[in-house]
């Protein structure tokens, strides 16, 4: 799909992610209806089930069995809880008005950065402050470029990039790390890679679960990186930084950035949650969402269990202990 396409498809389903819940009164405290409610939404839209080999039928028989009359809200909270993990998926929550059910991505691998070795060695007292990025001169030499995007709800403006993209100019190469980044706006991500491309570049196609059956699934919607008129022409190699929390909107960025031949992911596989989320409300008022789609490589590959880098770094306690990030010295080495 186009940017705009692409922009109003996200938002859409932020609506249903990220504003303000607001709970009914419980409709009804059966604890089976709300059971079964849910295990049937599942069943019918979850996007996944078939590449994580989850057997959902066999869940069902787990977790109904737990399932009792006379059971509080708080016992029936932790079944559906249970229930739901099983799915592995960040993007996954049950939400009460006393509970919220996650799935911690970020600790399927080591953390790989010391943000305070970041801070204190490479960042440093002097680094600059552009919108939402951190950025300063790493290397020896000072040649290298190092740029931290915390978060992709942060918003990005393309003024922001070219302005870096500008400011760097006489480097011999860039970092762009977004490690530990949970994700966010979608929109980010065109923002920043029509800054960086050269030319109309597909990054992915997506699948938008369909119908109740398997292999119900439209599409594809693809997603392009087209190059603005107005951006500044950087023209050196890129190394993303990438680990276990790089989740989301951040991992949709990594899967892109493997399309662009300027572009190259160093660090450890992505957490994932290439499915963009949607949900509803149970019959007791309680809200819920899960995966609906499938992102997959031009290739066909789908890495919604992570983004593999091209280059696997993983950060060193030695080096950590001695204020070295050793995913940004390999970065180093791969730019000049």
């Known amino acids: 799909m186009n940017r705009g396409a692409v922009i109003c498809f996200c938002l859409s389903l932020l609506l249903v992610?990220?504003?303000t819940l607001i709970f009914d009164q419980e409709a009804t405290d059966?604890?089976?209806?709300n059971?079964?409610?849910?295990?049937?939404q599942c069943h019918e839209k979850y996007s996944f089930f078939e590449y994580k080999k989850i057997d959902w039928q066999a869940m069902n028989a787990k977790y109904a069995a737990q399932i009792k009359d006379k059971m509080n809200s708080d016992e029936l909270f932790k079944v559906l809880f249970s229930m739901l993990n099983e799915l592995q998926d960040g993007h996954v929550n049950l939400i009460s008005p006393f509970r919220q059910s996650r799935f911690d991505f970020d600790l399927l691998?080591?953390?790989?950065?010391?943000?305070?070795?970041?801070?204190?060695n490479y960042l440093k007292n002097d680094y600059v402050i552009t919108g939402p990025f951190q950025h300063n001169v790493v290397g020896a030499d000072k040649k290298i470029a190092y740029v931290r995007y915390n978060s992709f709800e942060d918003r990005v403006s393309p003024a922001h990039v070219a302005y870096i993209l500008s400011y760097y100019r006489n480097t011999q190469g860039l970092i762009l790390d977004i490690r530990q980044n949970g994700g966010g706006s979608a929109a980010n991500i065109f923002?920043?890679?029509?800054?960086?491309?050269?030319e109309k570049t597909l990054l992915y196609n997506s699948?938008?679960?369909s119908g109740p059956g398997k292999d119900d699934f439209a599409g594809p919607q693809p997603a392009y990186a087209e190059p603005d008129e107005n951006r500044f022409k950087y023209g050196k190699k890129i190394a993303v930084l990438v680990d276990r929390g790089t989740f989301s909107a951040a991992s949709f960025f990594a899967l892109g950035a493997r399309e662009v031949d300027n572009m190259i992911v160093i660090g450890d596989k992505t957490g994932g949650g290439l499915g963009l989320p949607n949900g509803?409300?149970?019959p007791n008022g309680w809200t819920y969402r899960f995966s609906i789609s499938q992102t997959l490589s031009p290739a066909g590959e789908n890495f919604e269990n992570g983004v593999p880098p091209d280059i696997q770094v993983i950060l060193t306690k030695s080096d950590r202990d001695r204020g070295v990030d050793t995913v940004i010295e390999r970065a180093i080495q791969e730019l000049k």
């Open 30 to 33: 059966n604890p089976r209806e």
């Open 35 to 40: 059971f079964d409610y849910l295990w049937r």
């Open 109 to 120: 691998g080591p953390e790989n950065i010391d943000l305070r070795v970041v801070r204190e």
């Open 17 to 19: 992610s990220c504003e």
């Open 207 to 209: 699948f938008l679960k």
């Open 280 to 282: 509803g409300q149970l």
């Open 191 to 198: 923002k920043i890679f029509n800054q960086l491309v050269a």
